[in-house]
């Protein structure tokens, strides 16, 4: 069956540590996208992926980084630099064009330790 | 820029009413509005995706209709049951926003009780 695999569903970071998500789809969808989830604040975008190699900041990049080596493929990396990292991560995918939805993975959990 | 609104924020029903949730979004200029359910300390599932040309979607109890001129849509859902409860949020996609973001609401947690 196609979907979005996030992996781990649980990570602990410890202070000045970096750990990198990861997110893998075999849907062949074109863009993938990062998402964090804060309760109380919805859903926010962190990173977007249109095409293999190019990636654009969302409305919270500070303090992570991605990248987009294979198409199935899109890492998120929480760097020491994002000062409050504890959330849940969600990736999503979708083909291009306005005509198709997305679909979402079933979370990373991130707890700074 | 783009405001995606969901009011209730909570809802409860008893078993076998019909639930109706509110969606409003104060830029008209979509391509299409998705609704999405999500179970506590899970991912987003896909339930109804209406474009822009539309007037409504339906899947078996639940339909969902599009007014972009008054910018809001409706989530019906027909003869609830205890497993409908879940957060379900709504999500546009502007014609001028790059990548096809989406624009989130902020969810209406929704609780029937047998």
């Known amino acids: 069956d196609g979907g979005i695999t996030q992996s781990p569903k649980y990570l602990f970071r410890k202070e000045g540590q970096n750990v990198t998500l990861s997110c893998e789809q075999n849907?062949?969808?074109?863009?993938m996208y990062w998402y964090r989830q804060d309760p109380g604040q919805g859903l926010r975008l962190i990173y977007y992926s249109q095409i293999v190699n190019d990636f654009q900041k969302g409305d919270i990049a500070e303090g992570y980084s991605v990248s987009r080596e294979k198409k199935e493929s899109f890492p998120l990396t929480v760097t020491s630099a994002q000062k409050n990292p504890t959330a849940f991560y969600l990736c999503?995918?979708?083909?291009?064009?306005?005509?198709?939805?997305?679909?979402f993975g079933s979370g990373t959990r991130l707890t700074v330790v | 820029k783009q405001e995606v609104t969901q009011i209730p924020a909570a809802l409860s029903v008893p078993e076998g009413e019909n639930l109706v949730l509110n969606c409003s979004f104060t830029d008209s200029a979509i391509y299409n509005l998705q609704w999405f359910r999500q179970d506590p300390g899970k991912g987003l599932t896909s339930l109804l995706l209406i474009q822009s040309s539309q007037r409504e979607q339906t899947s078996g109890r639940l339909n969902a209709s599009l007014d972009k001129s008054s910018g809001r849509s409706t989530l019906y859902i027909a003869a609830s049951q205890p497993g409908d409860s879940a957060t379900y949020l709504c999500a546009v996609t502007l014609f001028k926003a790059a990548g096809n973001k989406l624009t989130f609401g902020g969810g209406t947690r929704v609780l029937v009780k047998p």
């Open positions: 999503a995918s979708s083909f291009q064009g306005a005509n198709y939805g997305y679909t």
């Open positions: 849907l062949n969808h074109d863009a």
